[in-house]
T-cell receptor
Framework: DTEVTQTPKHLVMGMTNKKSLKCEQH?????MYWYKQKAKKPPELMFV???????INESVPSRFSPECPNSSLLNLHLHALQPEDSALYLC?????????????FGPGTRLTVL | RKEVEQDPGPFNVPEGATVAFNCTYS??????FFWYRQDCRKEPKLLMS???SGNEDGRFTAQLNRASQYISLLIRDSKLSDSATYLC????????????FGQGTELSVKP
């Protein structure tokens, strides 16, 4: 089973709200990822967690705050977002964060910032 | 030069056609290569990993030429359900799992 789940599916928030996106996998994967995808563009990497530790932050603004509470869960906390942050937010996982590990994507959260 | 470049598309083909997608990558030390498929408003799904020896899965064949830094995907006997965006994806191997995505090539298969 290569399933990654994400909640919520859709989220609408105002610029002053605080919300969180959640991602879960039960494949025993030790690497988890957050991507942002705008329409008609490929996914852009935001963060990588390896063994529950943040290993890559692609210079993401601090209004996005990732958290990895355990090896199965990954959160993305959102605060004071801008309308241009509206996008599809994808979570992915892989066995490890190595050079040949296949990443499996969740269905994404479609975020609209008003 | 972009790190991963794909045919710009879109490709509009009739059912039953054979269609080929091409992709080039700039980092000769890249370690692994993939084709993902993404349907409209859905997540990318792994279609195939790509190996130097080439690999085939039913109607889909992927090839890797490391000397030319070129990756291809061939779809034979295309179906309506093959309509999607095809993403060429490279793992350069030295960036902690970071994938480099091409811009994607949109395929539309018509009856």
């Amino acid at each position: 089973d290569t399933e990654v789940t994400q909640t919520p599916k859709h989220l609408v928030m105002g610029m002053t709200n605080k919300k969180s996106l959640k991602c879960e996998q039960h494949m025993g994967h030790r690497a988890m990822y957050w991507y942002k995808q705008k329409a008609k563009k490929p996914p852009e990497l935001m963060f990588v967690y390896s063994y529950e530790k943040l290993s890559i932050n692609e210079s993401v603004p601090s209004r996005f705050s990732p958290e990895c509470p355990n090896s199965s869960l990954l959160n993305l906390h959102l605060h004071a977002l801008q309308p241009e942050d509206s996008a599809l937010y994808l979570c992915a996982s892989s066995q490890f964060s190595g050079s040949t590990d296949t990443q499996y994507f969740g269905p994404g959260t479609r975020l609209t910032v008003l | 030069r972009k790190e991963v470049e794909q045919d710009p598309g879109p490709f509009n083909v009739p059912e039953g056609a054979t269609v080929a997608f091409n992709c080039t990558y700039s980092n000769s030390a890249s370690q692994s290569f993939f084709w993902y498929r993404q349907d409209c408003r859905k997540e990318p799904k792994l279609l195939m990993s790509v190996y130097s020896s080439g690999n085939e899965d039913g109607r889909f064949t992927a090839q890797l030429n490391r000397a030319s830094q070129y990756i291809s995907l061939l779809i034979r006997d295309s179906k309506l359900s093959d309509s999607a965006t095809y993403l060429c994806v490279v793992n350069e191997g030295n960036q902690g799992g970071k994938l480099i995505f091409g811009q994607g090539t949109e395929l539309s298969v018509k009856p």
